[in-house]
């Protein structure tokens, strides 16, 4: 499954590229800016998006709104993730379009079940 992780947070997104490693299933391109990101997805197209909500450039909404305009990218799962609590976000996040939301840093067994969720309902 391809992913597309966002966050400036250079050690978060180490920790979540290492988190993936961890299931040789995951394939995993991080971008540290929204415009990074709407430029990275120019050559390779998410299965899942994985989104931090504060973005230098950006936030997460509106990244989300940015991606989903390009047709290919229209129905693609994705999830918010934020140091804010879950049920902080949850509202707008799911308003948003967000499948859920995760907690930073990622915890494996949620984001894999979370993740095998979507393909049984794909």
């Known amino acids: 499954m391809r992913l597309l992780y966002v966050d400036d947070d250079r050690i978060n997104t180490l920790l979540f590229e290492e988190t993936c490693r961890l299931d040789p299933r995951l394939e995993v391109r991080c971008a540290g800016s929204g415009a990074e990101a709407l430029d990275l997805v120019r050559g390779f ?13 950006t936030d997460g909404y509106a990244l989300l709104a940015a991606l ?20 902080d976000v949850a509202r707008p996040a799911a308003a948003a379009g967000y499948a859920g939301c995760w907690s930073k840093p990622v915890v494996l067994h949620e ?7 979507l393909q049984q309902e794909s």
Request: one cysteine or more; a negative charge.
């Open 45 to 57: 197209t998410p299965q899942v998006l994985v989104i931090d909500l504060h973005l230098p450039d």
């Open 111 to 117: 984001m894999l079940a979370d993740l095998s969720r």
């Open 68 to 87: 989903r305009s390009d047709a290919a990218l229209a129905d693609t799962p994705a999830f918010l993730c934020s140091a804010e609590h879950p049920r």
